[in-house]
Nanobody
Framework: QVQLVESGGGLVQAGGSLRLSCAAS????????MAWYRQAPGKQRELVAT???????KYTDSVKGRFTISRDNAKNTLYLQMSSLKAEDTAVYYC????????????????WGQGTQVTVSS
């Protein structure tokens, strides 16, 4: 089993920055792909960014140029650096992980964290 714990959420003014962290523990063998999702009130959960263990990344269009996903394999931690935040970035942000590298393309992650709230005031 894999446990994922997010941290770093909070309240920030529009234009500000936050860095989210996701600490992974448990059976970490071959966690080939990790991702950040978010879910705003009344909306479906959406992929924000995803990164493979080899470094390939993908971002949703609305965050390109503002968010950066990174992974410290030695610390078993995934990060999401968020800059130039907008009110529409307000959501609960979830960390996800999977052993199957194809999940990078198909979604359907096996492991999820409990989420961390990000609120951007305008």
């Amino acid at each position: 089993q894999v446990q994922l714990v997010e941290s770093g959420g909070g309240l920030v003014q529009a234009g500000g920055s936050l860095r989210l962290s996701c600490a992974a523990s448990g059976s970490l063998f071959s966690l080939n792909v990790m991702a950040w999702y978010r879910q705003a009130p009344g909306k479906q959960r959406e992929l924000v960014a995803t990164k493979t263990v080899s470094g390939t990344t993908k971002y949703t269009d609305s965050v390109k140029g503002r968010f950066t996903i990174s992974r410290d394999n030695a610390k078993n931690t995934l990060y999401l650096q968020m800059s130039s935040l907008k009110a529409e970035d307000t959501a609960v942000y979830y960390c996800a992980a999977d052993r199957n590298s194809q999940t990078f393309y198909s979604g359907g992650y096996d492991y999820w964290g409990q989420g961390t709230q990000v609120t951007v005031s305008s």
